[in-house]
Structure formats: C-alpha cells, structure tokens
C-alpha cells in the first residue's frame, strides 16, 4: 500500500491550502486514514482523522474550526482543506492509513493505530 499526498506549498497567514492523500496498491478496505504535522525540532503531531465506516471526525484542538477533513472513498482520498492558516502550522504534513478493522475514538489519534504512511507534503506559512 502506497500513500501519495501532494498540495503542500506556500502561503500567507490567513490563506488556505487543501491537501489530498489517495491510497494505491493492495486497498481492499479502509477503515481511517489520517493527517499528522511535524515543524522543525518537534515531534510529529496529530492534525486530523476521519473513520471511513461512518466518517466520523477528529480534530487536533490547535485546529479545530479552521481545518476540515473530507474524503472521497471511491478515490480512496482523504483531503485535509485548511483555512486561515497560522504561521505555528508550518510543518511537513504526513497522512496516515489503516487497512484493518476495529479502529474506536479514543484511539483514532494515536500514530499507532495507522499502518501506513504518506511520504509528507512541505506547508509553509509566511508573509
């Protein structure tokens, strides 16, 4: 299983960007996929997650209300559109895949809950 994720690049604060992340390969099901952020000198961070069997969605609370995930499963997509972008979300972003059943809320933002992981996208935010 191969995650390609473009749509990265630069923009000023307050702008916006839409990122996309399409599953290929042996996909037979999946059951989330997921965005994570990691800045220069700090660990990777959850951004976003969204469960494919009833689509239900978790946000990071430094982004909540400016940064929707969305997906289109006859793609197998995810897409993270991020508005009124900050300068503090300046990072490589990275989507995430997991093929296996079972995933629950209270796990849905853990990296170890995916099996699978994009290259990264660069997003910059600058004036």
């Known amino acids: 299983v191969q995650l390609q994720a473009s749509g990265g690049g630069l923009v000023q604060p307050g702008g916006s960007l839409k990122l996309s992340c399409t599953a290929s390969?042996?996909?037979?099901?999946?059951?989330?996929m997921g965005w994570y952020r990691q800045a220069p000198g700090k660990e990777r961070e959850f951004v976003a997650a969204?469960?494919?069997?009833?689509?239900?969605?978790n946000y990071a609370n430094s982004v909540k209300g400016r940064f929707t995930i969305s997906r289109d499963t006859a793609k197998n997509t995810v897409y993270l559109q991020m508005n009124s972008l900050k300068p503090e979300d300046a990072a490589v972003y990275y989507c995430?895949?997991?093929?296996?059943?079972?995933?629950?809320?209270?796990?849905?933002?853990?990296?170890?809950?995916?099996?699978?992981w994009g290259q990264g996208t660069q997003v910059t935010v600058s004036s």
């Open positions: 995430s895949a997991r093929l296996r059943s079972g995933i629950i809320i209270s796990t849905i933002g853990r990296p170890s809950s995916y099996d699978y």
């Open positions: 390969g042996s996909v037979s099901s999946i059951n989330a």
């Open positions: 969204l469960r494919w069997t009833d689509g239900y969605r």
